[in-house]
């Protein structure tokens, strides 16, 4: 029989070099006694065995023993070794969930990290005089389990600049200096209060909905044992108690007239329109228009309509297919991946996009979503006959000498046809009001080829067509 | 007037900042002070400090900087025709009890909204005053903004330079409703600063060309919040908004906030019991929705009006109409399947999945893992368990649903 006792501090240590030792010597689970110094002395305890090297086991398990030294009977002692044991003919033990023991460790080690969870929640500290010059803060805490040493880290992390004492009935977390001490010595809870509290109070009782009273739910999260060194549970009996008087008071006095001086503060709103000075200019009135366009479906799943933008009186005027993502969310035509494709073309192809009147043939964005994404749908042939009529607005408003038309639904919308697009690019066609249109392949097209070769031909026949644009329009 | 004293205004403006239903402090990049040269840090989960007899987490310091307001929005407290009393925080006062709650482990960081005096910018400056105030004097925790819609882009753009999280508020379901209940208010708008958020936030995410980024804007994303039961909208209606919301802004979280009465109330809303029922189904559809692979038309179906059923939840609801689509073999079946199990969440088809491969499950072994055998045990076949009759017994629902407590008279 071997009965290890380990130390209060340095417990997972002592406990991670002892249990090697005995693996190693194939000692089997029933034959240690596991505990604490300062617990039960054993009857029966043989030398440990000498130390023959090193023992493999999975990551994981070394997080999940981590959360079992720490459980305050001994069982997590015992239940750590017996799957170490284990674990030397079945290295894939611990991802059987439905094994009892490993069951039984992992509700463990979740206990062992509620635990270690509320104490990073319910710790309260009190400022106490400082002799240093530097502000000390010290607070009174019983966890559950003997956390004490895995907790510390939490605290250092967030308080590093100032000197704390977290006083446990077992143990004394102290770090003073930027240097972390833990020392095993038995403490009784001091009597102590802060000036801050009586604030903090105020603002949970504040906080607090009277009409949404829940007081089961606050208790699994908050359980009772904690309330005693938790200063503002002192006024949950009130606020519980007066609740439903609260709420029936609020419903009896029902609606007050409003204050009397809501016309004067009102006027305070520097934030209201001013009464219009200029008319607006004949595109952005369009614009106005089209933001509460209901003429197909889209305009139910999109977020808003995108008109297009750029001098109202471009030569040139560029159409695109529909907005994209981004662009729904913008509110701005092409500013999205293809947007920039585009911009890149153009640049090359030296044309000023500024200069133009750039648009799409459909004004809102079509997509289908799966969980938060997007996803990119064609428009169909309804919908681009419904979003005609503001494409023929724009045309006939901005009065361009020349249109170019980018991928099939673009070309569709400005002749009726948008088969054949492949062939049909690079050439000069007419618009349905006879205006001369130049048909390219949409820069979306572009992105989307898989290979680098065809994307490269693509990417450069678009340049070419680009690139006639001024010499068209000098014609 | 006499001067407020701060534990008088500490009272009033948290008092106002309750009906904001997000107290979350998660997901945000890690930080610690163990230099020793700030305060504070963050963990993944975020930490709730305390619970409040309405069973709601406190996690932050949530508190108006100012209800002075001169929105007139019927459901709210702080509107400009309330007879509330007004108080206004100076930022030396947020920015001291931040820090000195903290100090003593009351709270993860701040969440500070505000009404809106004088104008949406002069707001939004004082309020991004205060955080950036905070981040200079070495403060390492959280900090939730919320962000006056109307404020300008580089406003938002300071804010989320300092802050976690943003959030704007949808207010309410439809654009008719924020139009009657919130007349000041401007959906579009709205929307506008939540596009601006998202793409600000794209737009910093991505490394320049010397591969360096230029600085962290609102890591923890943006959220919103959606009054429930003040306007007539039903759940297929909230819902579906949501989705769109998650879709298009990459929203973090949309929350849902019963409609509860305030004190000073408008004559046009409702001053009965807040729906929470309702307010908590809404969240479990929510999830199914994000992580659950379920479509909107298999919660809300036009058959129950495009309302959830308030008795069983969405999940188990969707089990018991498509009946023929169980029961699910947990020894066999894939993951999607396994997911539309009532009972199992998403832990535990993880656990089924690879503890499986170590020999058939029975309905024990799934319960040692943590599934809700209860609940599960009628849809699903293991070793040693078949549902048989049960799956078609015509009281199937009437298990589920717990006994109305009789009311007190």
Redesign the interface.
Known sequence: MYAPRLPRIGTYAAWRETARRLARAEIPTAAVDWGLEGGDASMFDAPLPVNRGDLRVPKSFADLSRSLIPERSGRGLTLAYALLVRLQDTP?LL??????QV?EARDIAKAIHRDL?KM????????VPDTEGK?R?T?WFEPTHRIEEPVAD?F???????DWTIVTPEVTIRYHG?TLTLEAVDSLRPEAS?P?E???T?????????????????R???PKKYWRN?P??AA?PA??AN?RTR?TA??E????A??PN?AR??E????RPMPGLFAPAHLSDLGRDL?ACTRCPLHG?A??AVPGEGPADAALMIVGEQPGD?E????RPFVGPAGQMFDRLAAEAKLDRSAAYVTNAVKHFK?T?R????LHQRPDAGEISACRWWLDRELASVDPELVVAMGATALHALTGDGRGLLKRRGGLEQTRDGRPLLVTLHPSYLLRLPDPESRDRAMADVRSDLSRISELLDN | MAKMT??EK???L??A???DASCASSGTTKR??????????T?GSG????????????SL??ILMTN?C???CAYCVNR????VPRARFTVEEVVW?TT??Y????IEGLFLSSG?????D?TMEEMVRIAEKLRES?FRGYIHLKTIP?ASAGLIERAGLAADRLSINVELPTDASVKTYAP?KDP?GI??AM?KV??TK?DYSERSYTGRRRGKFAPAGQSTQMIVGADPSDDATILGNA??L?????LKRVYYS?F????????VLP????P?MREHRLYQADWL??FY?FGLDEIVTRDAGGMLDLDVDPKLAWALAHRDRFPVDVNRADKETLLRVPGFGTKIVQ?IL??R???A??LE??R??GGRVKQASSFVVARGHTPGQMLDAADLRARFVKPRQMELF
């Open positions: 894939k991802s059987n969930r439905a094994d009892p069951a969870h990073h929640a319910f710790v309260r500290f009190r400022e502000r803060f607070a939490f250092v992390n967030r308080f590093g600049d100032m930027r802060d801050l009586q604030l903090w105020t603002y949970y009782s504040n906080i607090f909905n009277p009409a949404r009273l829940k007081p089961d739910a606050m699994a999260e908050m938790m503002e549970t949950i606020l519980i609740a709420m609020m419903q006095a029902g609606a007050t409003p204050a809501t503060r009102k305070k709103n520097a934030n933001a799943p977020t808003q981004q729904d969310v913008a509110g997509f979503q969980g938060k994404r997007r | 701060l534990q500490l009272a009033l948290s008092d900042a309750k009906y610690g002070s163990r230099d020793g040269k700030g305060l504070g840090s963990t930490i709730c400090h305390a619970y409040a007899p309405d069973g709601r987490c406190i310091l949530k002075y001169v929105y007139d400009v025709s309330s007879n009890l000195e709650f100090r003593r482990n009351y809106i005096v004088k104008s949406s002069y070495g109307e000041e579009v929307r506008g596009g998202r793409l794209e989705n769109r998650y879709g298009a802004y990459g019963a509860s009465p305030i004190p000073d109330a408008s004559a001053l009965v019991d807040p929470l929705l994000r692979d656990r690879s503890a491969r170590n020999g499950l029975t072994d799934i040692r893992m």
